[in-house]
Protein backbone atom coordinates (compact mmCIF):
# COMPACT_ATOMS: atom_id res chain seq x y z
CA UNK A 1 0.00 0.00 0.00
CA UNK A 2 1.48 3.59 -1.10
CA UNK A 3 1.77 6.07 1.36
CA UNK A 4 -0.56 8.33 0.77
CA UNK A 5 -3.12 5.56 0.41
CA UNK A 6 -2.37 4.27 4.09
CA UNK A 7 -2.72 8.16 4.84
CA UNK A 8 -5.70 7.82 3.64
CA UNK A 9 -6.74 4.70 5.51
CA UNK A 10 -5.69 6.55 9.00
CA UNK A 11 -7.79 9.69 7.86
CA UNK A 12 -10.61 7.70 7.33
CA UNK A 13 -10.02 6.09 11.01
CA UNK A 14 -9.55 9.26 12.49
CA UNK A 15 -12.76 10.56 11.10
CA UNK A 16 -14.56 7.62 11.98
CA UNK A 17 -13.87 8.63 15.63
CA UNK A 18 -14.44 12.39 15.55
CA UNK A 19 -17.67 11.72 13.95
CA UNK A 20 -18.98 8.74 16.70
CA UNK A 21 -18.15 11.55 19.29
CA UNK A 22 -19.66 14.33 17.43
CA UNK A 23 -23.04 12.15 17.24
CA UNK A 24 -23.29 11.18 20.97
CA UNK A 25 -22.42 14.54 22.44
CA UNK A 26 -24.38 16.32 20.11
CA UNK A 27 -27.79 14.07 19.01
CA UNK A 28 -29.98 15.66 21.67
CA UNK A 29 -29.23 19.31 20.59
CA UNK A 30 -29.83 18.45 16.91
CA UNK A 31 -33.22 16.67 17.83
CA UNK A 32 -34.33 19.98 19.62
CA UNK A 33 -32.87 22.06 16.75
CA UNK A 34 -35.23 20.09 13.92
CA UNK A 35 -38.48 20.16 16.44
CA UNK A 36 -38.26 24.04 16.54
CA UNK A 37 -37.04 24.33 12.72
CA UNK A 38 -40.03 22.21 11.38
CA UNK A 39 -43.10 22.76 13.94
CA UNK A 40 -45.58 24.41 12.03
CA UNK A 41 -46.91 28.30 12.27
CA UNK A 42 -49.72 28.45 14.71
CA UNK A 43 -52.93 29.77 13.18
CA UNK A 44 -54.14 33.53 15.01
CA UNK A 45 -55.11 32.72 18.49
CA UNK A 46 -53.16 28.82 18.62
CA UNK A 47 -50.64 28.68 20.71
CA UNK A 48 -47.21 27.25 19.05
CA UNK A 49 -46.40 23.58 19.78
CA UNK A 50 -43.08 24.97 21.68
CA UNK A 51 -42.49 28.06 23.03
CA UNK A 52 -38.84 27.57 22.97
CA UNK A 53 -35.76 25.62 23.64
CA UNK A 54 -36.63 25.27 27.48
CA UNK A 55 -40.22 23.91 26.67
CA UNK A 56 -39.32 21.29 24.02
CA UNK A 57 -36.69 19.61 26.27
CA UNK A 58 -39.46 19.34 28.93
CA UNK A 59 -42.28 17.84 26.69
CA UNK A 60 -39.66 15.85 24.80
CA UNK A 61 -38.71 14.73 28.54
CA UNK A 62 -42.45 14.43 29.65
CA UNK A 63 -43.78 12.54 26.26
CA UNK A 64 -40.76 10.43 25.24
CA UNK A 65 -37.97 10.46 28.12
CA UNK A 66 -34.24 10.36 27.62
CA UNK A 67 -34.67 8.32 24.72
CA UNK A 68 -36.42 11.03 23.02
CA UNK A 69 -33.05 13.05 22.47
CA UNK A 70 -31.69 10.13 20.49
CA UNK A 71 -34.62 9.21 18.20
CA UNK A 72 -33.35 8.52 14.85
CA UNK A 73 -29.39 7.60 16.43
CA UNK A 74 -28.85 4.91 14.45
CA UNK A 75 -28.63 6.68 11.26
CA UNK A 76 -26.19 9.43 12.52
CA UNK A 77 -24.16 6.97 14.42
CA UNK A 78 -23.26 4.99 11.01
CA UNK A 79 -24.18 8.02 8.99
CA UNK A 80 -22.22 10.94 10.74
CA UNK A 81 -19.13 8.53 11.53
CA UNK A 82 -19.08 8.10 6.93
CA UNK A 83 -19.55 11.38 6.91
CA UNK A 84 -16.45 12.56 8.78
CA UNK A 85 -14.42 9.95 7.70
CA UNK A 86 -15.13 11.38 3.89
CA UNK A 87 -14.93 14.78 5.11
CA UNK A 88 -10.84 14.78 6.61
CA UNK A 89 -10.26 11.83 4.37
CA UNK A 90 -10.88 14.87 1.41
CA UNK A 91 -9.93 17.32 3.72
CA UNK A 92 -6.52 16.19 4.31
CA UNK A 93 -5.99 15.08 0.46
CA UNK A 94 -6.52 18.81 -0.94
CA UNK A 95 -4.08 19.53 1.60
CA UNK A 96 -1.53 17.68 0.68
CA UNK A 97 -2.20 18.54 -2.60
CA UNK A 98 -1.68 22.55 -1.99
CA UNK A 99 1.34 21.47 0.41
CA UNK A 100 3.11 19.99 -3.22
CA UNK A 101 1.77 22.87 -5.32
CA UNK A 102 2.94 25.25 -2.54
CA UNK A 103 6.42 23.62 -2.81
CA UNK A 104 8.84 23.29 0.49
CA UNK A 105 8.91 27.53 1.21
CA UNK A 106 5.65 27.32 2.85
CA UNK A 107 6.46 25.21 5.37
CA UNK A 108 3.50 22.90 5.13
CA UNK A 109 1.12 26.08 5.87
CA UNK A 110 -1.51 26.90 3.01
CA UNK A 111 -3.47 30.69 2.54
CA UNK A 112 -6.83 31.25 3.77
CA UNK A 113 -8.43 30.62 0.47
CA UNK A 114 -6.59 26.88 0.08
CA UNK A 115 -8.25 26.42 3.92
CA UNK A 116 -11.57 27.50 2.75
CA UNK A 117 -11.64 25.55 -0.65
CA UNK A 118 -10.28 22.51 0.70
CA UNK A 119 -12.86 22.62 3.66
CA UNK A 120 -15.66 23.35 0.89
CA UNK A 121 -14.53 20.14 -1.49
CA UNK A 122 -14.76 18.05 1.90
CA UNK A 123 -18.29 19.69 2.18
CA UNK A 124 -19.36 18.96 -1.20
CA UNK A 125 -17.90 15.37 -0.65
CA UNK A 126 -19.15 14.74 2.57
CA UNK A 127 -23.12 15.68 1.09
CA UNK A 128 -23.25 12.46 -1.13
CA UNK A 129 -23.49 10.77 2.23
CA UNK A 130 -24.87 13.54 4.60
CA UNK A 131 -28.02 14.35 2.26
CA UNK A 132 -29.84 11.11 3.19
CA UNK A 133 -28.35 10.59 6.03
CA UNK A 134 -29.67 13.99 7.60
CA UNK A 135 -33.34 13.43 5.88
CA UNK A 136 -33.79 10.11 7.35
CA UNK A 137 -32.78 11.13 10.48
CA UNK A 138 -34.76 14.24 10.23
CA UNK A 139 -37.56 12.64 9.38
CA UNK A 140 -37.05 10.65 12.67
CA UNK A 141 -36.60 13.59 14.76
CA UNK A 142 -39.80 14.70 13.96
CA UNK A 143 -41.68 11.97 15.27
CA UNK A 144 -43.41 12.19 18.68
CA UNK A 145 -45.16 9.10 19.10
CA UNK A 146 -48.67 8.21 19.43
CA UNK A 147 -49.33 5.39 17.05
CA UNK A 148 -51.55 3.05 18.95
CA UNK A 149 -53.89 5.71 19.70
CA UNK A 150 -53.87 6.28 15.96
CA UNK A 151 -54.57 3.11 15.02
CA UNK A 152 -57.25 3.00 17.15
CA UNK A 153 -59.28 5.89 15.92
CA UNK A 154 -58.60 4.93 12.71
CA UNK A 155 -58.33 1.55 12.21
CA UNK A 156 -54.74 1.48 11.16
CA UNK A 157 -55.92 3.94 7.89
CA UNK A 158 -53.87 7.05 8.98
CA UNK A 159 -50.50 4.69 9.05
CA UNK A 160 -51.37 2.94 5.95
CA UNK A 161 -52.17 6.32 4.06
CA UNK A 162 -48.61 8.00 5.78
CA UNK A 163 -46.65 4.87 4.56
CA UNK A 164 -47.66 5.68 0.96
CA UNK A 165 -46.97 9.23 1.23
CA UNK A 166 -43.50 8.56 3.00
CA UNK A 167 -43.83 9.37 6.78
CA UNK A 168 -45.06 12.83 6.15
CA UNK A 169 -48.12 13.62 8.30
CA UNK A 170 -49.69 16.23 6.45
CA UNK A 171 -49.00 14.30 3.10
CA UNK A 172 -51.10 11.47 5.31
CA UNK A 173 -54.18 13.57 5.87
CA UNK A 174 -54.57 15.17 2.49
CA UNK A 175 -54.76 11.77 1.22
CA UNK A 176 -57.23 10.61 3.94
CA UNK A 177 -59.36 13.12 3.58
CA UNK A 178 -59.64 12.48 -0.04
CA UNK A 179 -59.59 8.67 -0.53
CA UNK A 180 -61.10 6.13 0.62
CA UNK A 181 -58.98 5.20 2.59
CA UNK A 182 -59.78 8.46 5.17
CA UNK A 183 -63.19 6.59 5.46
CA UNK A 184 -61.64 4.74 8.63
CA UNK A 185 -60.60 8.01 9.79
CA UNK A 186 -63.90 9.64 9.84
CA UNK A 187 -65.69 7.18 12.35
CA UNK A 188 -63.83 9.61 14.80
CA UNK A 189 -64.71 13.22 15.39
CA UNK A 190 -61.79 15.12 12.98
CA UNK A 191 -60.58 17.01 16.05
CA UNK A 192 -59.44 13.62 17.72
CA UNK A 193 -58.23 12.06 14.28
CA UNK A 194 -56.04 15.32 13.35
CA UNK A 195 -54.72 15.52 16.83
CA UNK A 196 -53.79 12.08 17.01
CA UNK A 197 -52.52 11.93 13.40
CA UNK A 198 -50.02 14.93 14.48
CA UNK A 199 -48.59 12.97 16.60
CA UNK A 200 -48.16 9.60 15.03
CA UNK A 201 -44.76 7.40 14.92
CA UNK A 202 -45.18 6.34 11.44
CA UNK A 203 -41.39 5.23 10.78
CA UNK A 204 -40.16 2.34 13.11
CA UNK A 205 -36.45 2.90 12.66
CA UNK A 206 -34.31 4.10 10.04
CA UNK A 207 -34.48 0.95 7.75
CA UNK A 208 -38.58 1.31 7.89
CA UNK A 209 -37.80 4.67 6.83
CA UNK A 210 -35.59 4.04 3.83
CA UNK A 211 -37.22 1.35 2.99
CA UNK A 212 -40.45 3.39 2.88
CA UNK A 213 -39.63 6.09 1.14
CA UNK A 214 -37.73 4.44 -1.61
CA UNK A 215 -40.46 2.10 -2.48
CA UNK A 216 -43.06 4.82 -2.84
CA UNK A 217 -40.97 7.20 -3.88
CA UNK A 218 -37.36 6.04 -5.36
CA UNK A 219 -33.89 7.06 -4.83
CA UNK A 220 -35.51 10.42 -5.38
CA UNK A 221 -37.58 10.18 -2.08
CA UNK A 222 -34.66 9.13 -0.57
CA UNK A 223 -32.28 12.64 -1.86
CA UNK A 224 -34.79 14.50 -0.93
CA UNK A 225 -33.38 18.13 -0.35
CA UNK A 226 -30.01 17.43 -1.86
CA UNK A 227 -29.64 20.58 -4.01
CA UNK A 228 -29.76 22.87 -0.49
CA UNK A 229 -27.94 20.27 1.28
CA UNK A 230 -24.91 20.71 -1.07
CA UNK A 231 -25.28 24.42 -0.31
CA UNK A 232 -25.20 24.29 3.24
CA UNK A 233 -21.84 21.85 3.06
CA UNK A 234 -19.95 23.58 0.05
CA UNK A 235 -20.02 27.30 2.51
CA UNK A 236 -20.40 25.28 6.22
CA UNK A 237 -17.45 23.32 6.07
CA UNK A 238 -15.33 25.81 4.25
CA UNK A 239 -15.85 28.03 7.05
CA UNK A 240 -15.40 25.63 9.76
CA UNK A 241 -11.92 24.16 8.35
CA UNK A 242 -10.79 26.93 7.58
CA UNK A 243 -11.35 28.24 11.05
CA UNK A 244 -9.77 25.25 13.24
CA UNK A 245 -6.76 24.94 10.69
CA UNK A 246 -6.35 28.44 10.74
CA UNK A 247 -6.07 28.77 13.91
CA UNK A 248 -3.95 25.81 14.64
CA UNK A 249 -1.48 26.98 11.83
CA UNK A 250 -1.56 30.14 13.47
CA UNK A 251 -0.43 28.44 17.14
CA UNK A 252 1.93 26.29 15.68
CA UNK A 253 3.80 29.28 13.66
CA UNK A 254 3.34 31.27 17.18
CA UNK A 255 4.70 28.45 19.48
CA UNK A 256 6.94 26.80 16.70
CA UNK A 257 5.64 23.52 17.41
CA UNK A 258 4.49 20.34 15.31
CA UNK A 259 0.79 19.78 15.23
CA UNK A 260 0.65 16.88 17.06
CA UNK A 261 2.63 19.03 19.89
CA UNK A 262 -0.17 21.17 20.27
CA UNK A 263 -1.78 21.22 23.98
CA UNK A 264 -5.66 19.24 24.13
CA UNK A 265 -6.79 22.26 25.15
CA UNK A 266 -6.44 24.23 22.14
CA UNK A 267 -7.28 21.95 19.81
CA UNK A 268 -10.96 21.82 21.61
CA UNK A 269 -10.87 25.15 21.40
CA UNK A 270 -10.33 25.26 18.40
CA UNK A 271 -12.94 22.67 17.19
CA UNK A 272 -15.68 25.07 19.03
CA UNK A 273 -14.61 28.09 17.50
CA UNK A 274 -14.85 26.33 13.94
CA UNK A 275 -18.49 25.23 15.48
CA UNK A 276 -19.11 28.40 15.80
CA UNK A 277 -17.97 29.15 12.10
CA UNK A 278 -19.78 26.84 10.74
CA UNK A 279 -23.22 27.33 12.07
CA UNK A 280 -22.97 31.42 12.05
CA UNK A 281 -22.60 31.41 8.14
CA UNK A 282 -25.39 28.75 7.34
CA UNK A 283 -28.37 27.83 10.03
CA UNK A 284 -30.62 30.09 7.62
CA UNK A 285 -29.79 27.63 5.14
CA UNK A 286 -30.31 24.57 7.48
CA UNK A 287 -33.73 25.65 8.31
CA UNK A 288 -35.15 25.61 4.58
CA UNK A 289 -33.12 21.98 4.55
CA UNK A 290 -35.29 20.53 7.66
CA UNK A 291 -38.64 22.31 5.94
CA UNK A 292 -37.75 20.76 2.58
CA UNK A 293 -36.58 17.52 3.90
CA UNK A 294 -39.75 17.22 6.29
CA UNK A 295 -42.32 18.23 3.77
CA UNK A 296 -44.22 16.14 1.25
CA UNK A 297 -43.37 13.98 -1.36
CA UNK A 298 -45.41 14.44 -4.22
CA UNK A 299 -46.49 18.15 -6.29
CA UNK A 300 -49.80 17.99 -4.55
CA UNK A 301 -49.20 17.50 -1.16
CA UNK A 302 -45.44 19.74 -1.01
CA UNK A 303 -46.08 22.92 0.90
CA UNK A 304 -42.89 23.68 -0.90
CA UNK A 305 -41.98 23.97 -4.38
CA UNK A 306 -38.43 25.10 -4.24
CA UNK A 307 -35.57 26.03 -1.78
CA UNK A 308 -36.07 29.29 -3.22
CA UNK A 309 -40.29 29.61 -2.55
CA UNK A 310 -39.61 27.65 1.25
CA UNK A 311 -37.36 31.02 1.79
CA UNK A 312 -39.93 33.36 0.54
CA UNK A 313 -42.77 31.76 2.45
CA UNK A 314 -40.99 31.46 5.64
CA UNK A 315 -40.22 35.13 5.64
CA UNK A 316 -43.59 36.04 4.73
CA UNK A 317 -45.03 34.07 7.56
CA UNK A 318 -42.45 34.30 10.23
CA UNK A 319 -40.45 37.35 9.55
CA UNK A 320 -36.67 37.06 9.33
CA UNK A 321 -37.02 34.87 12.95
CA UNK A 322 -38.56 32.54 11.16
CA UNK A 323 -34.72 31.30 9.75
CA UNK A 324 -33.53 30.96 13.36
CA UNK A 325 -35.92 28.96 14.90
CA UNK A 326 -33.73 25.87 16.68
CA UNK A 327 -30.67 28.91 16.75
CA UNK A 328 -30.20 28.16 20.42
CA UNK A 329 -29.67 24.48 20.72
CA UNK A 330 -27.69 24.67 17.65
CA UNK A 331 -25.26 27.06 19.12
CA UNK A 332 -25.31 25.38 22.27
CA UNK A 333 -24.19 22.19 20.64
CA UNK A 334 -21.96 23.93 18.10
CA UNK A 335 -19.09 24.25 20.71
CA UNK A 336 -19.08 20.60 22.58
CA UNK A 337 -19.80 18.50 19.75
CA UNK A 338 -17.45 19.75 16.97
CA UNK A 339 -14.76 19.92 20.11
CA UNK A 340 -14.85 16.25 20.51
CA UNK A 341 -15.04 15.97 16.65
CA UNK A 342 -11.58 17.64 16.22
CA UNK A 343 -10.04 16.15 19.60
CA UNK A 344 -12.09 12.51 18.30
CA UNK A 345 -9.77 12.97 15.29
CA UNK A 346 -6.80 14.84 16.45
CA UNK A 347 -5.90 12.02 18.69
CA UNK A 348 -6.53 9.47 16.77
CA UNK A 349 -4.16 10.44 14.60
CA UNK A 350 -1.35 10.74 17.07
CA UNK A 351 -2.02 6.99 18.22
CA UNK A 352 -1.89 5.83 14.59
CA UNK A 353 1.45 7.81 13.45
Known amino acids: MSSNSMQAVKDC ?11 FVGQPFDTVKVRLQTMP ?18 QTLAKEGIKGFYRGTTTPLVGVGACVSIQFVTLQAMKRYYNEKNGPNANGFLTN ?3 YIAGAASGITNSIVSGPVEHIRTRLQVQTGAAPVVKAISGGAVEKVAAIAGGNVAEATAVATSSS ?3 AVKVATESVAANAAKN ?10 VQKIYAHHGIQGIFKGQAITMVREFQGYGAYFAAYEYLVQRAMRLENKERSELSTVKVVAYGACAGYAMWAT ?13 DGFTASTRQYSSALNCARQTFAKEGVAGFFKGFAPCILRAAPA ?15 R
Open 13 to 23: ASGTVGGFLQV
Open 41 to 58: TPLPGQAPKYTGTLDCVK
Open 113 to 115: SQL
Open 181 to 183: TGN
Open 200 to 209: ALFFTGPVDA
Open 282 to 294: VYPIDVIKSKLQT
Open 338 to 352: NAVTFLGFEMAMRLL
